[in-house]
């Protein structure tokens, strides 16, 4: 009998922008059914004793309650974190969008409704659309690569405009400070107001009063 080889897509550019389409498909599917929700960025490598993923999870409790999917990349950390903090008896979904690795699919166990993706990238874009609000602990190159992006997109009015919320300020205040000095004041390459899209704050609870609050003012 022939042996039938399996087919690898990543050889023909075709193939591969076939499932770059149906990822998109199917991930803004997914999210576009969630029609109050919250996503929530931070550091995979905080575990139960972490201070912020103390918060985390206080935050993904508080949002769940009042009805709130809470959305994160499905992982572990500050992810898992807000999972948890929203799973069980609460009003909101539990939400997840993880990615498939060559070794494992990393899901945390708090996640009740989840799509999966093979690109970064897609998923990427699907975590960035339609949420109320999106919410930032501290992290590494990837929270910050999420950060910078939402922010530059709702500077461009490309997305609607949302809170941008960083939790943490030892963490997330010298960044500011660089972005306030050097790129508003002393090079010029970002406007003053653009910093107002920013909300810095310290904790689960303020954050929750800021969504909440520009939630009910658009309603």
Known sequence: MKKIEKFDYRGNPGWRMFRIMGEFVEGFE?????????????SARFDEGNKWYKEA????????????????GGGPGIMEAANRGSFGD?????VGLNIILPEEQRINPYVERSVAF?????????MTFSANAFVYFPGGFGTLDEFFEIATLVQTCKIE????????KDFWRPILDI??????????????????????V????????????EYKKKR
């Open 118 to 126: 093979h690109y970064f990238f897609t998923r990427k874009v699907c």
């Open 30 to 42: 997914f999210i576009s059914s969630l029609k109050k929700s919250v996503t929530i960025f931070g």
């Open 202 to 213: 310290n904790s689960a609870e303020e954050a929750f009063q800021i969504i909440d609050k």
């Open 179 to 200: 972005l306030e000095n050097k790129l508003a004041n002393e090079y010029a390459t970002i406007d003053k107001a653009d910093l107002k899209l920013i909300t810095l």
């Open 57 to 72: 999870r206080k935050l993904g409790h508080l949002l769940s309650y009042k009805n709130y999917d809470v959305v994160t």
């Open 161 to 168: 405009k949302a809170p941008i919320i960083l939790v943490g």
């Open 90 to 94: 609460g009003k909101g979904d539990s």
